[in-house]
């Protein structure tokens, strides 16, 4: 077997839910969904006030022959629309040669038989000869290209080539230009290098700990843009005023903003129990960078509650919409 085969585990966890149900008997479960009326009445004709119950989790293997990626992706994307299941996943990435594809499928048939409910199997495996080795009845494939193919190789008449990493190939050029984008985003992280903002093709500014360097390296890793990101200080705050760097370059700049309550959960992780945590000075830092982006017409995205992803692209759209 060559050293490319990889394998790893994660859990898909929900947080606790407290669930309240007509009988007046408050369960506190890790999953909505998984308590039936009958074993609710159950328990109230024995008088049980309370039970916890740790939910079933399904098994869920994602297969690919390159890095698996595209296969976690839309396995979740899927899965996350049964927010009353609860599952445990497993990548078996790279999967290049028969004998790969025959260990990945041993492993998941020997977990098979330790399970009640088949486990899903997600695959992105494009050559026939590999994708063979996971049909079964003990488990339910999901193949994710070939419902897709066949529908293209209808429509251009013409057999689809099924390699992987086509769609990630690029030239010299192009993977330079993302090397030198995230190379200024981390130079010019947090403050860093204002001098140097002529150069920027992106400026995210916000209060401290709004989820600013994140977002930049993402844009310069996918978006491949020269991201900058400048926090917001006190003196700029209390001066209600930018400085000429970012002055000179505005319309490369977006504002991020957070709810007070997540700015606080944030800082208190950090330097727990400081003023500079506190819910009275994050809600006032955010007033205070409120009122900078209207003085300067900057377009805001709101982090609070979206991904790094989410946030990201929400601020290349404020971008292009000025650009």
Do not use: W
């Amino acid at each position: 077997m060559t050293n490319s085969f990889r394998a790893h585990k994660r859990s898909q966890s929900v947080p606790e839910i407290p669930v309240r149900v007509p009988v007046k008997v408050k369960l506190r479960v890790t999953q909505p969904g998984l308590v039936s009326t009958s074993f609710i009445l159950l328990f109230r004709k024995k008088g049980c006030k309370s039970v916890g119950m740790k939910p079933h989790s399904r098994k869920v293997y994602y297969i690919s022959g390159a890095t698996g990626l595209l296969a976690e992706d839309l396995g979740r994307a899927l899965l996350s629309q049964f927010p009353g299941q609860h599952f445990e996943t497993e990548s078996f990435a790279f999967i290049l040669t028969e004998e790969e594809a025959e260990t990945a499928r041993e492993k998941i048939l020997a977990a098979c038989r330790e399970e009640k409910e088949k486990p899903l199997v997600f695959s992105s495996l494009l050559r026939p000869e590999l994708a063979r080795h996971f049909v079964s009845r003990d488990f339910i494939l999901i193949p994710l290209y070939d419902q897709f193919l066949s529908i293209l190789e209808d429509l251009f008449h013409e057999k689809a080539v099924r390699r992987h990493g086509l769609a990630c190939t690029q030239d010299d050029n192009k993977i330079a230009h993302r090397v030198d984008a995230i190379h200024y985003s981390i130079s010019h992280d947090d403050g860093a290098g204002p001098n140097d903002y002529n150069a920027a093709e992106l400026i995210i500014i916000g209060v401290s700990r709004a989820g600013k360097t994140p977002v930049s390296i993402f844009l310069a890793t996918k978006m491949e843009l020269k991201t900058a990101n400048y926090p917001l200080v006190q003196q700029d705050l209390e001066q209600n005023r930018l400085s000429d760097d970012i002055v000179h370059n505005l319309r490369k700049v977006v504002g991020l903003t957070i709810s007070p309550k997540i700015l606080h959960r944030f800082r208190e992780k950090r330097f727990a129990n400081s003023r500079y945590a506190s819910y009275e000075t994050c809600k006032k830092e955010e007033e205070q960078a409120r009122k900078i982006f209207e003085k300067y017409s900057i377009p805001v995205v709101k982090s609070s509650g979206s991904s790094i992803e989410e946030t990201a692209m929400q601020v290349y759209l404020k971008f292009k919409a000025r650009n």
